[in-house]
């Protein structure tokens, strides 16, 4: 076998994994699923097959027709995981970038901001049907449907969006509705944690061991750069800067507070390991 | 030809994999190549996966791995109880079907030679 039909095997299996755990699929079945095209795929090229013979002509077609059968049924828990996790992450976010521009404990909050969670959380829910195509990869792809090419485009639609909503209301609807002050930025970061670490128990797709080690290690490298964005964002108080200082030291914060609520969450038993524990 | 001939295999996929099943425990190559062996070749050879996980969610059959020496495991699937009946049932309905077709085609055949003794059709 050469290897580059190697490396295109690898792509194809490497695409379809990210295709199935973006589905939802159980990950004992990804794995089982994966081990199966491996294996047809080298078998196939070895026999002197063409790879479009056993995946057929459209890679993601192909990756949810085997996808379709090995679904999980949403309970109604697990929906409401899926739709509160992410919203009080971005609700969490967006919280923390206010409060790191205006550089306060307590901020008020007018109809612009409402807008903007009317806008992001609907754009949100699109996001996954997004990412589940964005991970075909196929080197036929021909350049200007490139993955990176599209999120940047589309993320640099919706900033836009935001803006020129933003900008609107402020100029039509200035009233103030309310202030946030910090405790409830703590309630929120609260229920954000116990929630998003609720989802990631419940997450069928979750590997079922983990790599203590590497972990810590990605939590230490994140906390580092929460820490230096935040350097950064004290050291330019220039109002020019602190937009941008703000949203990357709360991106930093959220990553690495995802990672640390990851790495706190326990792993559930799954099928296997309970039979191999006996 | 060939591909008016896969897609009829598709329409019957499910029973053929029964079938092979029905005779030993086979892994998923192994199924493409026994199919193209008896003359079914299919357009995409990964189509048979969709139906395998169908027909295991069904508990028609079952997979289960097995070390191989070649390299890593090798999933392999097996007729289950249910699986055996289904497919006698099924395997009743395809005679039916098939013979209900061959009559079909039997007819039309025969309408053709007439249509070619008919006196008006010189």
Redesign the interface.
């Known amino acids: 076998m050469t290897s580059t039909s190697a490396a295109t095997i690898r792509e194809i299996v490497d695409a379809c994994e990210t295709y199935w755990v973006l589905s939802g699929i159980p990950r004992t079945q990804i794995n089982?699923?994966l081990?199966?095209?491996?294996?047809?795929l080298h078998?196939?090229v070895r026999d002197g097959?063409p790879i479009n013979?056993?995946?057929?002509d459209d890679l993601q077609a192909?990756a949810a027709?085997?996808a379709?059968?090995?679904r999980v049924a949403d309970g109604c828990r697990r929906a409401l995981l899926a739709w509160g996790s992410p919203g009080l992450g971005l609700l969490l976010y967006l919280v923390l970038v206010r409060h790191l521009r205006e550089r306060a404990f307590a901020f008020e909050v007018g109809w612009a901001d409402i807008a903007t969670l009317a806008i992001l959380l609907p754009l949100g829910s699109a996001a996954l049907p997004m990412l589940r195509s964005s991970a075909m990869l196929a080197p036929r792809r021909s350049w200007w449907r490139h993955p990176w090419l599209l999120l940047t485009t589309q993320w640099l639609l919706v900033v836009a969006l935001l803006v020129a909503v933003g900008l609107a209301l402020r100029i039509f609807a200035p009233a103030v509705i309310f202030v946030w002050s910090w405790p409830l930025t703590l309630l929120l970061l609260i229920a954000a944690s116990i929630t998003t670490s609720s989802f990631i128990r419940d997450d069928v797709t979750r590997p079922e061991v983990a790599d203590r080690r590497f972990d810590a290690r990605l939590l230490l490298a994140l906390g580092g750069a929460s820490l230096a964005t935040l350097g950064l964002w004290a050291a330019l108080p220039d109002p020019r800067w602190v937009l941008a200082t703000a949203f990357l030291a709360a991106s930093c914060l959220i990553t690495f507070w995802l990672q640390l609520v990851d790495w706190a969450t326990p792993h559930k038993p799954t099928r296997n390991r309970l039979l191999a524990e006996g | 030809m060939e591909k008016h001939r896969s897609q009829l295999l598709k329409g019957v996929l499910d029973m053929c994999l029964l079938a092979l099943l029905g005779k030993e425990p086979c892994y998923g190559y192994e199924m493409v190549q026994k199919l193209a062996a008896s003359g079914l070749n299919l357009v995409s050879e990964g189509s048979i996966y969709p139906v395998l996980s169908r027909l295991q969610q069904q508990g028609l059959i079952e997979g289960y791995l097995v070390p191989s020496a070649e390299g890593p495991s090798r999933k392999y699937y097996r007729l289950l109880p249910a699986g055996e009946q289904q497919l006698a049932l099924w395997a009743g309905e395809w005679a039916d079907f098939a013979q209900a077709v061959s009559l079909l085609l039997k007819g039309s055949s025969d309408d053709i030679d007439l249509r070619g003794h008919d006196p008006r059709n010189r």
Do not use: S
């Open positions: 089982d699923m081990l199966e095209l491996d294996h047809h078998a196939a097959k013979q056993v995946i057929g192909f027709a085997w379709e059968p090995n």
